[in-house]
């Protein structure tokens, strides 16, 4: 859906992205994850057509983003960290105004807004001024706002910034509604735990550097070089700390009542050779678990080594 090829862009002196390369397929929902100034929202801006790149290649669904401007943006929903909306309003004439720009009115146009606000969860705030609306309730309007010509790829940059905990819960169930329509997803949060929930893939940027990009255990893996593992096993959990401690790619063993926490060195195959280890010889192992990553903790991590590197 999205291939970002070599991406450049300066402000004056300052180099804000340096060769930004990034692939996310049909579908995904992806998190995109840095510091404050470290480029995220420049690389949104230049996807959406908002900004030109210094240099650089950028495709959606095949067509090329920086030439065919006109066309890029019948595919995308974009929903800046900053947004404005228009108070003296009603929440449905706020997005039946949106849809004329498409083309969309009469008839069409309410029972598209309310067919949106019922996606969002506003559909008992038809006739509310906008004014009179909360914040969380607003970003949800305008997430809306950004459906209305039904784009296949949907740009949110700090969507949940500033909500209360019942509203990230409601926006979190309504991305996970749409990426089950379809929609491909690029979602910018400093509320990493949340991301490290909904999202198929994250990419770490950090002074305008792609520094590492794949699924969360990916991610997590290579932060911490291991993956935790809880192995639940019914009795024999002496015999079974013993087979685990003559396997290669394991360290860090403990354990608690039946429970045996244990770090693997490597992926899915190193994983899969430990559970076969004990499985053939008789172990009772009940459940085999991957720890969930804490992604601020990966986070963390990865921008240290990073730094730590250096300008490459």
């Known amino acids: 859906m999205l291939v970002i090829k070599n991406l450049e862009k300066s402000y004056g002196k300052f ?5 930004v390369n990034l692939e996310i397929e049909k579908g995904e929902i992806f998190g995109f994850i840095g510091p ?3 480029g995220k929202s420049t690389t949104m801006k230049i996807v959406s057509g908002l900004l030109s790149p210094d240099s650089g290649e950028v495709y959606v669904d095949g067509i090329d983003a920086i030439k065919e401007n006109k066309l890029l943006k019948e595919k995308i929903g974009y929903m800046p960290d900053f947004f404005g ?3 003296n309003l009603m929440a449905i004439e706020y997005l039946e105004f ?3 720009i498409y083309g969309i009115v009469g008839e069409e146009a309410k029972k598209l807004s309310m067919d949106l606000l019922e996606l969002v969860n506003l559909s008992d705030k038809y006739d509310a001024y906008v004014d009179g609306l909360s914040r969380g309730m607003k970003q949800r309007l305008c997430l809306a706002r ?3 010509h039904n784009p296949e790829l949907l740009i949110l940059d700090e969507p949940a910034s500033g909500m209360d905990p019942k509203s990230r819960y409601e926006m979190k169930g309504i991305l996970k509604n749409l990426k089950s329509m379809g929609k491909t997803i690029i979602i910018s949060s400093h509320i990493l735990s949340e991301l490290g929930e909904i999202c198929s893939k994250v990419g770490i940027i950090q ?3 792609m520094v590492c990009q794949g699924t969360v255990d990916e991610v997590s893996l290579l932060a ?3 993956a935790p593992v809880t ?3 019914i009795d024999e959990i002496d015999r079974a700390i013993k087979i685990i401690k003559e396997a290669p790619n394991v360290k860090n063993i403990s354990a608690d009542e039946n429970k045996i926490n244990v770090s693997i060195i490597g992926g899915d195959i190193e994983a899969k050779n430990l559970l076969k280890s004990l499985v053939v010889k008789d172990i009772p192992v009940i459940s085999f678990t991957k720890a969930a990553g804490n992604l601020e903790d990966v986070f963390i991590q990865i921008t240290e080594k990073s730094s730590e590197g250096g300008e490459k």
């Open 98 to 100: 949106y849809a004329s």
């Open 231 to 233: 192995i639940t096993v």
């Open 207 to 209: 002074n305008g550097k």
């Open 146 to 148: 950004c459906l209305v």
């Open 36 to 38: 404050n100034g470290a």
């Open 15 to 19: 180099k804000a992205l340096k060769g």
């Open 85 to 87: 909306v228009y108070d």
């Open 224 to 226: 911490r070089g291991s």
